[in-house]
């Protein structure tokens, strides 16, 4: 089904249908730049997570000042499956963005610094509104997954250790009163910034969660030390600085690197099965930043 007919289905009838520019994803489209047609994969559990991503959001927004995605409702329905895809189309939220996850490096210290006191807000007005524990413990069971599907891409000693690292974040049982609103994506390409360069609107929830707050800072962190055009590399002055802006605590600042680690891990595994152009790159390149990151720390 081609992005016109899928349009109508939502009440749309645009005259100009074009491709976001920073996107990698085939099934993102804008509409007379006014409206975003999206599509995720269907999965066994996809339905179910949207309708925790629309409970989570619709819970969250009257405590940060952040424009969250809305979708449109049709005949009683936010989304449509056509195939293996399900459908969403939303208002365009104004603005723009920063850099795409492609090229962390764009950023300047000071916008660095606005996204992590970003998180670092959101998190602390979302801490503790959750009376009821999220029944799939997200994090973990993705970290695991992804260490099964590594296994034999990684060198024996970074397996071993990465195992190691799981059961670690596996004993870190954080109490629900200190669990808040995890975004699961939170870098530069899914924050929207305003003329001032100010952070107005959130993009990409498909992965927001009630969780660790570590889940969220150890995947930005993680995007943020990524620099493609050369080999991995760990800035440690970087990587200190952010962990500063987000303001660490001590308990922390312990658990930090395997949280690190293993959102590194999930994100090699995502790179492992991706269909966009140079994933075979990302994917390589992801490893041995797993590898290094391994290694930083046991040393």
Same mark, same amino acid.
């Given at each position: ?7 109508? !289905? ?10 976001? &520019? ?40 009257? %405590?940060?000042?952040?424009? @969250? ?68 413990? =997200? %994090? ?8 099964? #599907? ?25 109490? @629900? ?5 995890? !975004?699961?994506?939170?870098? &530069? ?15 990409? @929830? #498909? ?8 889940? #969220? ?38 658990? =930090? ?18 269909? %966009?152009?140079? &994933? ?20």
């Amino acid at each position: 089904m081609d992005p016109q007919t899928i349009a109508h !289905h939502f009440g749309l009838f645009p005259q100009k249908i074009s491709r976001p &520019h920073h996107t990698v994803l085939s099934s993102v489209y804008l509409l007379d730049d006014a409206f975003v047609l999206r599509a995720r994969v269907l999965h066994d559990d996809t339905v179910a997570r949207f309708r925790q991503e629309l409970t989570l959001c619709n819970r969250v927004k009257a %405590f940060i000042p952040y424009t @969250l995605p809305k979708p449109r409702i049709m005949n009683g329905r936010r989304y449509l499956i056509t195939g293996r895809k399900l459908w969403t189309a939303y208002s365009l939220i104004p603005g723009s963005i920063v850099c795409s996850w492609q090229h962390p490096e764009l950023a300047t210290t000071l916008q660095n610094k606005c996204l992590m006191q970003t998180l670092r807000m959101m998190h602390d007005r979302t801490r503790g509104l959750f009376s009821a524990p999220q029944t799939r413990p =997200f %994090f973990l069971l993705e970290a695991e997954k992804a260490l099964i #599907d590594l296994q034999n891409d990684l060198s024996p000693s970074a397996s071993s250790n990465l195992h190691h690292v799981l059961d670690v974040v596996k004993s870190d049982r954080l109490p @629900l009163s200190q669990r808040c609103f995890v !975004h699961g994506d939170f870098h &530069h390409g899914n924050a929207v910034v305003n003329v001032m360069g100010k952070i107005t609107g959130l993009l990409d @929830l #498909d992965w927001c969660r009630i969780g660790n707050p570590l889940e #969220d800072v150890a995947y930005t962190i993680m995007m943020s030390l990524r620099d493609f055009r050369k080999p991995a590399v760990i800035d440690q002055m970087h990587l200190e600085q952010l962990q500063s802006w987000y303001g660490l605590t001590v308990s922390q600042k312990k658990m =930090f690197p395997h949280y690190l680690i293993l959102a590194a891990v999930y994100d090699a595994s995502l790179f492992k099965h991706a269909s %966009f152009a140079r &994933h075979g790159f990302y994917f390589c390149y992801q490893l041995s930043l797993v590898e290094l990151l391994g290694s930083f720390f046991s040393s």
